[in-house]
């Protein structure tokens, strides 16, 4: 975690500005962490399940399958699965941020910039 980033999430002695009870900001906070963490684990698995069907019938200088036909057939089955889970997460992340700003809790809007 780089500096400006652990200084936003380690600073505690700023008074939060939030009407909402602390346990009831904890749980929007932990909910929007938690479907940021599992989106990026989301599309980690969408692009390869996509590159290992694309790459289905290729081969290697011996004539082996780059990958077998079982988990060829598995990632097109887990694909629909990852996919429809990503979008969960992805109205997790909205709804948990549209929350957070109608309740005044800070939150990274990238990486990069805190507000």
């Avoid at 009831?24 to 929007?32: C, F, T, V």
């Avoid at 290697?60 to 694909?79: I, K, M, N, P, Q």
């Amino acid at each position: 975690m780089n500096t400006a980033n652990h200084v936003a999430f380690a600073d505690l002695s700023r008074p939060m500005l939030s009407p909402l009870p602390f346990a009831e900001r904890e749980r929007l906070a932990g909910a929007w962490r938690m479907a940021s963490q599992d989106i990026a684990d989301d599309i980690r698995f969408i692009r390869q399940y996509l590159k290992v069907i694309a790459e289905k019938d290729e081969r290697l200088s011996t004539g082996t399958l780059v990958h077998g036909r079982a988990y060829v057939e598995a990632c097109a089955a887990w694909l629909p699965e990852t996919v429809a889970r990503y979008s969960r997460n992805l109205r997790l992340i909205s709804d948990c941020e549209c929350a957070m700003i109608a309740a005044g809790v800070r939150f990274a809007k990238s990486s990069d910039a805190w507000e």
